[in-house]
């Protein structure tokens, strides 16, 4: 593990540690000059404006015997022209197709319930914080992809935090409810709940889930939609997710050579047996995880001790389970990552107060970033940020080759 001080930006837009090493500067400097000015500081929003869309995929090879082809209602977050800057925000009620379909608001309330009673869309909206413009065009440019996968029982729109934050820095990203594994999800005119033989079945369809989204991505850049005609990049495609999402990229690393990197939040559900131990991978993990518990973190750390290629781990110690996702904007004193707790894995039932969203999600903003942009989207320059730790004794970190 390496400690150091706070990153800053040289003149070159270059994100690096006051106290590294001059070769380090150096090398940097010479090997960067072309492309050095699109390098950004990972701790900040990136400058471009987000856009958000929302819309229903059908996956005609995979049959739903009571919904037809099977169907994903996805988000997609983009980089938007600049006259989004001054739009109306995003609304969290259009997530649910502004309670278009019928008892949509019903399971909307009753999923907000469940991270604080007597929460509602209403009351969320009065607070809710995101910088995504609804239906706002579309960026000219070829923006690399990523594709997210949420924790069984979240939604597809729980990681506002991360979505927007790599939209921002230029990165298209789509995220899908996992039908039959999301807490609810609104397809053909109708509400769908988790559980059930879909959520049996979550295991396999959820990485089928992914690579299909990649060839809807594939279709939409080839004109299927208009908006995003020529706007992907298909050979810079990453993919990341959360708890259950954070395993199904494991398997989705494991399956699908499209991807040319992965980043695994806490990961917690089931995988496959590993074969493949090269693709670049960061996995991110808290200590105090009080879902996946030691056991889960153990195994987690042990993926990354396995790998081969570049692999990465940042270790958050006063973090949980829901450190990260934004269900911080639902309830500031949710536990197992967010407010106040207990410890569960260092010193058991010890009080926790657990490091602020604020500086959490900088973290793994900051790390994703920088990881992303040297192996989906062939920037080494951020090497420089990413083989340190810049968080202190806030952090475990490592990295190797």
Sequence with gaps: MMTASLPFRNAFGLVRNAFAPAILLAASLTI???????LRNPEQMGPYPVGVTSM????????????????LRTEIWYPAIDAARGMPKNLYSEFILRASVPGALDAANESLNSYKKGLTVAELEKTYKNVAVRDVQVRDGKWPL?????????????????????ASHGFIVMAADHIGNSRYTVVNGK?????????????????KDVSFLI????RMNSGSDGRFAGRIDLDKIGAAGMSFGGSTTQ??????????????????????????????????IGTEDNTIHAVGNTRNRAYY??????????????????????????????????????????APDQDVTYLPPDESHKIIN????????????????????????HYGDKIIYKSGE
């Design 32 to 38: 960067l000059p072309a492309i050095a000015q699109e």
């Design 56 to 71: 229903q995929f059908d996956d005609a090879s995979r049959p739903d015997p009571d919904l037809g082809p099977r169907p």
């Design 146 to 166: 990523i594709v997210f996968s949420h924790g069984s029982g979240g939604t597809r729109v729980g990681y506002v935090f991360f979505t927007e934050f790599m």
């Design 191 to 207: 509400v769908v709940a988790a559980g059930g033989p879909r959520g049996q079945a979550s295991s396999a369809d959820r990485p």
């Design 215 to 218: 060839d809807v991505a594939t």
């Design 251 to 284: 398997n989705v690393v494991e399956r699908e050579k499209r991807v040319k990197a992965g980043v695994m939040m806490a990961p917690g559900g089931p995988t496959g047996d590993r074969t493949n131990f090269s693709t670049p991978i960061f996995m991110m």
């Design 305 to 346: 001790e396995a790998s081969k290629g570049p692999h990465y781990l940042c270790e958050i110690k006063d973090a949980g389970h829901y450190t990260f996702t934004s269900v911080d904007q639902y309830n500031s004193e949710y536990g197992n990552g967010i407010g106040h707790g207990k410890r569960v894995n260092t």
């Design 366 to 389: 900051a790390y994703a970033l920088a990881f992303f942009g040297v192996y989906v989207r062939d920037q080494p320059g951020y090497q420089t940020f990413l083989k340190q730790n």
